[in-house]
């Protein structure tokens, strides 16, 4: 079982840039993929970076590739996502995610699925 714990987030203006952490508590921090969703009101939660721990490869949604970066650091159990170039359109609630990964990557994971370990979310607002 993993504990996971975003900060963070706040206001920022069109252009801006933000970094997200989160720390997990618990055992094995680097057998998990992790990964960071975002949910806007009214809209489904979506995927937006995931690093695997088993090959170490990155995924990214179209819509933040080369504005966000996904980065973790197994000897403080926490992982970031920095933001750049911001965008009203990237105002949402961010989520932290932790998958257990056995012997492939499960990158990039999926919202529904039920096994995932989540966090209680931390607010970015974009504005202008």
């Known amino acids: 079982q993993v504990q996971l714990v975003e900060s963070g987030g706040g206001l920022v203006q069109p252009g801006g840039s933000l970094r997200l952490s989160c720390v997990a508590s618990g055992e094995a921090f680097d057998y998990y993929a992790l990964a960071w969703f975002r949910q806007a009101p009214g809209q489904e939660r979506e995927a937006v970076a995931c690093?695997?721990?088993?090959?170490?490869?990155?995924s990214y949604a179209d819509s933040v590739r080369f504005r966000f970066t996904i980065t973790r650091d197994d000897s403080r159990s926490t992982v970031y996502l920095q933001m750049t170039d911001l965008k009203p359109e990237d105002t949402a609630v961010y989520y932290c995610?932790?998958?257990?990964?056995?012997?492939?990557?499960?990158?990039?994971?999926?919202?529904?699925?039920?096994?995932?370990?989540w966090g209680q979310g931390t607010q970015v607002t974009v504005f202008s």
């Open positions: 995610a932790a998958g257990w990964e056995v012997a492939a990557s499960r990158c990039p994971l999926s919202h529904s699925d039920q096994s995932l370990h």
């Open positions: 690093t695997s721990s088993v090959n170490g490869r990155t």
